[in-house]
């Protein structure tokens, strides 16, 4: 990772707007290859349209927006597969398929994305391997409306990871989900960030899975993770965090920066520890 | 004044816009050939009961009204002239195509529908896939296949019926079935079977139309359903007039 390498994405003054109401307002920011970020903010604040927009799911009104170097506000929805085939986004409600079995929605981005090309054999290897990333290798038959919520996610997790992305969008990837399972799905976050160095954004609305893929990463080694804050400073600065308030940006810094803000809306997404 | 226009305005708009894309990519790459198959058997082989009972009674009725109103002028032998070119030109392709409005519009409406509100449309677009080629398309085709189908099957069971109801009054079947066959010309056929074509245009294009612009939660999808099933009817009455307005007035001639 150097300085002056492009960063993976950015925003430039964006502005998008539904039916007169503004869900993101001048939005200017931007993650560098191998960064986190994690995105707090309350319902409404235009989290989700942001991760939207990176897609070009969501077209911004004004601004522009970069993804791997190259603008795509303008850019048809034919010429952005190229694009999309390089990001792997978690959906809120997961969005798995619901006429498919696990194995065929994991399998999807691999045999319809047109800037991949995968063999059969080859396609179905990757398809256990996502599975077996998430431990739910023995779902491949099954149909999401049998798994549970927090299957249902990491089955998710798994098609978002399974064509290997650089960069991995996760929408509230914990939302509805009990503290344990909801520690494992950010386990498997910092997992497939620490992997293989995806750069990764993380909306979420709890300060415990910010903390967690701040100051944990993940041990290839031995399979765990492990707390490593303080002790790397290259580590620490990876993770930034940015809080929206009706579609603005009102913060974007460090974990320090943001536990010690006194702004009140800010602060409420902190745990305090005293 | 123009606010109120808006929203119609821009439904026709957008309706008209998936109607282009969804043809468009009849031609286009990729061809999802296994969800056209998929979609014939859902829309045609699912209809095929409500269709098969629709015709019997409707026919059966027509030949009970009909031989009455013809006995006061003492042609209850027309009966099945009567009964065959009323079902091949008008009530076999409206009825058919109300039951597949009422059963597949609403179908397609809160597939799809339900597939919005959960963000399946997006995730779609964001694996790499037109949803209008994944979706539409192959249900567009389905539909404009089957259909025709269907009221074929739906006019004969129908002209069936009215043999039955032909025979409880007294009418020897030879005469029956002779009398249906020489009523019918190429050109009731041809409108027989036009109109299903067209409207299997709209039922399709409606159910998709009303599905992808599902808004706001399962409420939305519910919304969506009734709206689609709604304008699908109607149109069918608007088309069909139209579609025997050209044919009563000699544009087409045959």
Redesign the interface.
């Known amino acids: 990772m150097t300085p002056d390498s492009p960063p993976v994405l950015k925003f430039e003054h964006v502005t998008v707007s539904f039916d007169g109401q503004v869900a993101l307002d001048d939005v200017s920011f931007e993650v560098r290859e191998g960064d986190s970020r994690i995105l707090f903010g309350a319902a409404g604040s235009g989290k989700t349209v942001l991760l ?1 927009a990176s ?1 070009g ?1 969501t077209r911004p009104d004004s601004g522009r927006i970069f993804v791997f170097g190259q603008d795509i506000t303008l850019l048809k ?2 010429q952005l ?1 190229d694009i ?2 390089k ?1 792997g ?1 978690l ?3 997961s ?4 006429s498919m079995t696990i194995e065929e929605n994991v399998a ?2 691999l045999f ?4 991949i090309h995968c063999e059969a054999a080859e396609g179905r290897q990757k398809v256990v391997d996502a599975l077996r990333f998430v431990e739910l290798e023995n779902t491949l038959a099954k149909f999401p409306s049998e798994l549970s919520g927090g299957m249902r996610r990491r089955a998710a997790i798994a ?1 978002a990871v399974v064509t290997g992305p650089p960069l991995l969008l996760y929408d509230s990837p914990t939302a509805g989900l009990d503290p344990i399972t909801a520690n494992n799905i950010i386990a498997l976050i910092v997992k497939a960030r620490d992997a293989s160095r995806t750069t990764t954004l993380m909306v979420t609305h709890r300060y415990q899975d910010g903390n967690l893929v701040a100051k944990f990463r993940y041990n290839l080694e031995d399979g765990r993770l492990e707390h490593v804050a303080g002790r790397d400073p290259g580590f620490d600065a990876s993770t930034r965090f940015m809080v929206f308030r009706e579609g603005r940006l009102v913060f974007d810094g460090t974990q320090r920066e943001l536990e010690e803000s006194s702004d009140p809306y800010i602060s409420k997404f902190v745990l305090k520890r005293d | 004044m123009l606010e109120f226009l808006k929203s119609p305005i821009q439904t026709v708009q957008g309706f008209f816009i998936l109607a282009g894309q969804a043809l468009r990519n009849i031609i286009r790459t990729p061809h999802y050939s296994q969800d056209i198959f998929l979609q014939m058997d859902i829309i045609g082989v699912g209809s095929l009961p409500i269709v098969i009972l629709t015709g019997f009674f409707s026919g059966a009725v027509l030949a009970l009204q009909m031989s009455r109103a013809l006995s006061e002028y003492g042609q209850v032998g027309r009966t099945g002239q009567v009964v065959a070119i009323t079902l091949v030109r008008e009530l076999g392709p409206v009825l058919t195509a109300l039951m597949v409005a009422g059963r597949n519009s609403s179908g397609i409406a809160s597939e799809l529908g339900s597939m919005k509100v959960t963000e399946q449309i997006d995730a779609m677009r964001a694996l790499g896939t037109d949803p209008v080629q994944k979706l539409v398309t192959p249900r567009l085709i389905a539909t404009c296949t089957v259909l025709p189908l269907l009221t074929v099957i739906a006019d004969f069971i129908g002209m069936f019926g009215g043999s039955v109801v032909a025979a409880m009054i007294n009418i020897p079947a030879t005469q029956y079935w002779t009398s249906v066959w020489r009523a019918l010309g190429w050109s009731d056929v041809v409108q027989g079977l036009m109109k299903p074509f067209c409207f299997a245009f709209a039922i399709a294009l409606v159910g998709c139309y009303y599905g992808l612009s599902t808004t706001g939660g399962t409420q939305g999808v519910g919304r969506a359903t009734t709206q689609a099933v709604v304008v699908a009817s109607v149109l069918v009455f608007v088309l069909t007039f139209f579609i025997t307005k050209i044919f009563v007035s000699g544009v087409v001639n045959l």
């Not at chain 1, 969005?95 to 619901?98: E, P």
């Open positions: 939207k897609l799911l929805e034919s597969s999309r085939s990001v986004m959906f809120q409600e969005a798995l398929f619901d999807y981005p319809n994305q047109k800037a098609r």
